[in-house]
């Protein structure tokens, strides 16, 4: 294990804002883990925990000792007939996760394709895409606890995953270290072809009986139209979470809004904040180095050279106009730093 000091961390967030971290270690093992927390408890350092990166903003060079999580492997620990069980380590990449889900024939993971981060990232926030969240081929993962250091396995329920939300971004946030997840995957595949563009774009690839193969290419090519590529233009994905609003007020905006755009859930009604934002007038606007996306306003992008303030900033001006017009406010998705 080697700590470095006065690290850019520009190679690892998506964005790639170039910010300090006085202090930067990379774990390969639990046992790194425990030792990098011992350092930073002598030398009464706080601890950020580094993943893909892709879901930060830095707004500030970080006093801390910055640890990055490499802990790879995937390991089955026990296979059915009809399911497999699956442990792998948080630093691996999820995407690569997903393909070797695929190449085996593990079905669940299909549709969650091209999302970018790492494995130990992804129960935090829950992630999701086109009709499928973590939460359906979620086990149970193993933590270390940032001051006892004390071990601890968290089964699903103990998550409380949440529409981009889990008890690691509320009650425990800050608390806990993931770094392993056990996922259950399917050997006998249930499709989820019936979200956003997924069947248009299997029938324009020429296929008449899906497969784990078809639609996760299905999904990439869905995910590449729309969304920049982190490696060509910075970015942290969707910006700011979807909005969910009570019924009697989508009711009263639909008035003013016939054409907004909705869908229905236990808590009111969801809208597109992407829809907001481009109906604020936001989409594809440019300031400097920094912007909205041009195909999928959710997205803020960092051109080269642009500032975590300047992005920050974008985004409080971006809510405060979303407020103005629709009374709605959008909460962000990506963590500030
Ligand atoms: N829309 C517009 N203008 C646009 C783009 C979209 O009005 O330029 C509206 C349309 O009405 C469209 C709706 O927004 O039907 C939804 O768009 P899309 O299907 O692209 O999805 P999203 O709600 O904007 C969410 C996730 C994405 C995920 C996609 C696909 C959140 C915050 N974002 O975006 O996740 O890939 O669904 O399932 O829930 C991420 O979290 O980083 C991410 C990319």
């Not at 041009?294 to 959710?298: D, F, G």
């Given at each position: 294990m080697n700590i470095q000091e006065n690290i850019s961390l520009q190679p690892f967030n998506t964005f790639g804002i170039d910010k300090k971290a006085n202090f930067f270690v990379k774990v390969k093992t639990e046992d790194d883990v425990k030792k990098a927390l011992v350092f930073a408890k002598e030398s009464k350092l706080p601890v950020f925990i580094l993943g893909g990166g892709s879901n930060i903003l830095l707004t500030k060079d970080l006093d801390a000792l910055v640890i990055k999580i490499e802990i790879s492997g995937i390991k089955v620990l026990e296979e059915s007939e009809d399911e497999v069980i699956v442990e792998v380590g948080a630093g691996e990449n999820w995407h690569t996760f997903v393909l070797h889900c695929i190449e085996n024939d593990?079905?669940?993971?299909?549709?969650?394709?091209?999302?970018?981060?790492?494995v130990g990232a992804s129960p935090m926030q829950n992630i999701g895409a086109y009709g499928i969240e973590i939460k359906e081929i979620f086990k149970s993962l193993h933590a270390i606890h940032r001051d006892t250091l004390h071990e601890k396995t968290f089964d699903a329920q103990d998550c409380r995953f949440g529409y981009r939300e889990s008890v690691f971004k509320s009650d425990?946030?800050?608390q806990y270290i993931i770094t392993k997840v056990v996922f259950i995957l399917k050997k006998k595949p249930t499709f989820h072809?019936?979200?956003?563009?997924i069947k248009q774009t299997l029938e324009e690839m020429g296929i008449e009986e899906p497969s784990l193969r078809s639609i996760s290419q299905a999904v990439i090519q869905i995910r590449l139209s729309k969304l920049p590529d982190p490696k060509e233009i910075g970015n942290a994905g969707s910006f700011f979470k979807n909005p969910t609003v009570p019924l009697e007020f989508f009711e009263s905006l639909k008035k003013t809004y016939p054409e907004m755009p909705s869908f229905p859930n236990e808590q009111g009604v969801k809208i597109p904040a992407a829809w907001l934002i481009e109906k604020t007038g936001w989409k594809g606007k440019t300031f400097g180095s920094i912007g909205v996306h041009?195909?999928?306003?959710?997205v803020l992008v960092n051109?080269?050279?642009?500032?975590g303030n300047e992005i920050k900033l974008l985004s409080e001006n971006i809510q405060q106009s979303v407020f103005r017009k629709f009374g709605i406010m959008l909460h962000p998705e990506v963590n500030f730093l």
């Open positions: 593990w079905a669940g993971a299909e549709n969650l394709s091209l999302i970018p981060g790492t425990l946030k800050d072809i019936e979200y956003g563009a041009k195909n999928q306003p959710l051109y080269g050279g642009g500032d």
